[in-house]
């Protein structure tokens, strides 16, 4: 079963636009991670949160994490077409080893 | 490249045979996962080693699946009397402690 949620599920923008994908859990966590992936490939891992910090940033990539709200967002700043690809939040749960994926974001950029 | 790498990249095979998967992690990696990921959805867990011990499996593992962790580098993945609903890609990852987890490119099954 799935953790969480990501919404949109779906989210189709203009190149140099920002996108921003957001993700739902439900239980306690040590660690968020997102991660890209191509259609037909491997999961690339992009950035990993800890539950106590709020924000992190790598490169074009903007990451919160609102424990309270069991929350995180994923910001994508002046999109690229190579952008184009499905994200998925995963947590990484207090005392559990394995990761617990959403269902994922589909993104696409358009030239 | 993660330094995570998987063989075959695809397997296509009929309902009934038996499949094996290799999964190679990154060397000082102790910790390696499997999980299975179908169309449209994120992957799900299978199960864990940390060294060459298997630490714990999903329901999703039937008992036709088994993995193993010789010497605590590769692991195999043996799904056996394949079923239709088998496909899927099978992901492997591994990781040093509690950071994060790095993927193979999958091995993409197709049961006919």
């Known amino acids: 079963s799935q953790q969480g949620e990501e919404d949109p599920q779906a989210l189709s923008i203009q190149e140099g636009e920002n996108a921003t994908m957001n993700c739902s859990y439900k239980?306690?966590?040590?660690?968020l991670q997102w991660y890209r992936q191509n259609s037909g490939r491997g999961l690339v891992h992009l950035i990993l949160?800890?539950?106590?910090?709020r924000e992190k940033h790598s490169g074009r990539l903007r990451v919160t994490l609102d424990t309270s709200k069991k929350s995180s967002s994923l910001l994508i700043t002046a999109s690229r077409a190579a952008d184009t690809a499905s994200y998925f939040c995963?947590?990484?749960?207090?005392?559990?080893?394995?990761?617990?994926f959403g269902q994922g974001t589909r993104l696409t950029i358009n030239p | 490249d993660t330094g995570v790498s998987q063989d075959p990249r695809h397997k296509i095979t009929k309902r009934g045979q038996n499949v094996t998967f290799r999964c190679d992690p990154i060397?000082?990696?102790?910790?390696l996962y499997w999980y299975r990921q179908t169309l449209g959805q994120g992957p799900e867990f299978l199960t864990y080693?940390?060294?060459?011990?298997?630490?714990?499996k999903s329901r999703l593992l039937s008992d036709r699946f088994s993995a193993e962790r010789p010497k605590g580098s590769f692991s195999t993945l043996e799904i056996q009397r394949t079923e239709q609903g088998d496909s899927a890609m099978y992901l492997c990852?591994?990781?040093?402690?509690?950071?994060?987890?790095?993927f193979g490119p999958g091995t993409r099954l197709t049961v006919l």
């Open positions: 990852a591994s990781r040093l402690t509690a950071n994060e987890q790095f």
């Open positions: 239980t306690s966590i040590n660690n």
């Open positions: 949160i800890r539950s106590n910090e």
């Open positions: 995963a947590t990484d749960g207090k005392g559990a080893q394995k990761l617990v």
């Open positions: 060397s000082e990696h102790n910790r």
């Open positions: 080693f940390q060294n060459e011990a298997q630490l714990e």
